[in-house]
């Protein structure tokens, strides 16, 4: 009997160690699956267990120094951000306060029209391609943009007659008019 259980003692221990080296191999070749094969000298499969165990740490230490180089550099950046932040705020009000504003570009044979208000201002956007037209300027296309609590809408208009043209000092002043006083 003693034999007997002995026997089985060693095939129970010689079954555990099998299943080891099985479930070992297993997560070695699952760790080398996912380490870019780029970062390999020569081709994976060509390399032993243990070279591909070295490649492994290797490429966990770079990039344990790359994260660590990149939290410095947030870090710095975050630093320099909360000192421009004071700046922002100010920056943040007192766009708030000139806000609508408009910009027109002269483009030759079409015109651009960029204006940028609150989500609370609403000026009628018919208004401003009526102008447009008025002044002899045939609108094109017309879109806009929602960013936080500012809308930006860009309106690209073409000449109608090309040899009259549009007179880009009258249509600025009618669109202050509308834009700042209405």
Not at 36 to 61: G, R, V
Not at 67 to 82: A, N, P, Q, W
Not at 148 to 167: P, Y
Request: glycine share 4%; net charge positive.
């Amino acid at each position: 009997m003693k034999k007997s259980s002995r026997d089985s003692l060693k095939l129970d221990r010689k079954t555990v160690e099998k299943n080891r080296r099985i479930h070992m191999k297993a997560l070695c070749f699952k760790l080398a699956s996912v380490i870019p094969s780029q970062h390999f000298k020569h081709h994976k499969d060509m390399l032993s267990q243990q070279d591909q165990l070295d490649h492994a740490a290797a490429y966990i230490k770079n990039l344990k120094e790359r994260i660590e180089k990149l939290e410095k550099k947030k870090e710095r950046t975050l630093g320099s951000l909360s000192e421009a932040n004071n700046n922002n705020a100010m920056n943040e009000m007192m766009m708030s306060l000139t806000l609508p504003m408009f910009e027109l570009r002269d483009l030759g044979n079409s015109i651009e029209v960029v204006l940028i208000s609150g989500s609370k201002r609403n000026f009628m956007l018919h208004e401003v391609i009526t102008i447009l037209e008025e002044e002899g300027a045939e609108v094109v296309s017309a879109s806009y943009t929602t960013v936080g609590d500012k809308v930006f809408h860009t309106i690209h208009a073409q000449v109608k007659i090309s040899r009259v043209g549009v007179e880009t000092t009258r249509v600025c002043q009618r669109l202050q008019e509308l834009i700042y006083w209405s």
